[in-house]
């Protein structure tokens, strides 16, 4: 019985550890000129290359603007005027939201 224990344990380890393993988010940089570049990544390093980015009016909740990252993971996008989040969905449950700045 111990055994059976022991080795559920281990497979609810092996199974819960690559759904955390691969988490999408972003970095946000003032460029100083009213614009804002974006560079996309997993927490594996990989990057997120041609990812879809929606600009979100924190009020409104309206899509200010629509974009993809490149095939580095950035993405130059000129800032709203409005107080806005930042989505980026790489689909299959790899989705973040954030705050702009």
């Not at 092996?14 to 460029?31: C, E, G, R």
């Not at 929606?54 to 993809?68: A, D, F, P, Y």
Request: hydrophobic share 35%; aromatic share 8%; with cysteine.
């Amino acid at each position: 019985m111990k055994l059976i224990i022991k080795l559920f344990f281990l497979c609810s380890l092996l199974i819960a550890t690559p759904a955390s393993a691969h988490t999408l988010h972003f970095t946000q940089d003032d460029n100083g000129d009213n614009t804002v570049e974006l560079i996309g990544m997993y927490s594996t390093g990989e990057i997120a290359a041609n990812t879809p980015i929606k600009l979100i009016g924190k009020e409104s909740g309206k899509v200010l603007w629509q974009g993809r990252t490149d095939e580095d993971g950035y993405c130059t996008f000129t800032r709203p005027a409005m107080t806005y989040e930042v989505e980026l969905d790489a689909g299959a449950g790899h989705q973040c939201r954030e705050d702009g700045i």
